[in-house]
């Protein structure tokens, strides 16, 4: 009976150890990959399963569950499988899933569900997680604003706000905060609120600026800021910026300026008239005359090349070349080409054709270019000799 005693007492130390040893299956987040969770986007978690208790847990599986806003990437494993997970081990897993465009800015959770052998039923873990809608629900879509502009002068830049989420933001407070070293100021109110845009609405903002009219030349940023508040209370701010170069496009035109060419067969000279019409500077101005081919119909008697240097805007300048027109010739076009570099450092080239009319004589002594008198010549010569014969004769006969 003792030694029936002592087996039992034995058997049943054992059996109530064994009772006292058990698993412990736990499931966390470690990281999200975004971070926050973005709406519309998908997401990576990383997941840790953990065996904390002191035996071992069988065929463990651990299932992720679609709960709004989440739901698993296509192709996907929804279920995560593990033979053995000894007291103390950890074991590390990913899983996609797509946040619901629909989801608002907020604290959320993962739902996953575990199960494994000696475990009755099944156990839930609430992963918890950050959504954010708001960081780049509200974008600056458009602005209106000239590429370029000239010192002095007034523009009206348009700002358009585009609410790209699903929910309204409130006090919408968009500012152009300018630096001292931009030669640009708002001459209106430099900040514009709005009280309520609803998703999907977008609304435009107008500002006036001034250039300074010191300007100097270049490309300034204007930056430009924008506070708003989500549904939740959240207070949110974008910061995006334009960019505008101040001094003026260069446009330098040719034109005849005079001749002294009028009828074929003959030479003269022609002056090409260069006018800096644009509002930017123009460097090594050149003016060329490319040579002539057999059907030009004129020849160059002097240099091709004339270098004229620098020209500002509405400066003035001239360029003179000796011509000889070949006969038969109705008119004359001489093609110039100019080159420069223009307020923004580009090189340009531009081709002109100056053309000369050219005249028959009778046309020359209609338009006054050849006196009509000059025909009248070899009649007074003749009537001056008939007067000297006379006179000679009379003092001839009187003697």
Partial sequence: MRRLFALVLVIGLFSGLAAAQSSNIQVEKMM?????????????VWFSVTNEGDADAEYVNVTFEDRYPFTLKEDEDRT???????????????????????????????????SHDHFDGRR?????????????????????????????STHRMNVTLQNNANTHFNSIDTRIDLPSEVPIVVSDTNRKRIQQLDGGDAV???????????????????????????????????????????????????????????????????????????????????VDVPEEDENAGYELLSTNDIYIGNMIPD?????????????????????????????????????????????????LQQYGFVSSGGSMMPLIVVVLVVIGAGLWYWRRRGA
């Fill in 32 to 44: 999200t990959e975004p971070e926050p969770l973005q709406t519309g986007q998908y997401a990576t």
């Fill in 80 to 114: 995560f499988r593990y033979r053995t997970i000894e007291p103390g081990d950890t074991y590390t897993s990913t899983v996609t899933v797509r946040v619901d465009r629909t989801a608002v800015s907020g604290n959320e959770s993962l739902r996953f569900w575990m």
């Fill in 124 to 152: 839930s873990f609430s992963l918890p997680v950050e959504v954010r809608d708001d960081n780049t629900a509200l974008t600056v879509r458009d602005v209106s604003l000239p590429e370029r502009v000239v010192p002095g």
């Fill in 204 to 286: 435009t903002l107008s500002y006036q600026l001034l250039i300074d009219e010191d300007a100097d030349r270049g490309v300034y940023s204007i930056p430009i800021t924008s506070e708003y508040v989500n549904i939740a209370g959240t207070t949110f701010s974008i910061q995006e910026s334009t960019g505008v170069a101040i001094g003026g496009m260069t446009d330098i035109e040719a034109a005849l300026e005079r001749t002294d060419i009028r009828t074929d067969g003959t030479r003269g000279s022609v002056t090409v008239r260069l006018v800096n019409r644009g509002q930017g500077q123009a460097k090594f101005v050149s």
């Fill in 315 to 363: 400066d003035y300048q001239t360029a003179e070349y000796e011509v000889y027109v070949e006969e038969g010739q109705e008119s004359l076009t001489v093609p110039v080409d100019v080159s420069y570099v223009n307020a923004q450092g580009q090189p340009v080239e531009r081709s002109f054709d100056v053309t000369v009319e050219l005249y028959e004589q009778s046309a």
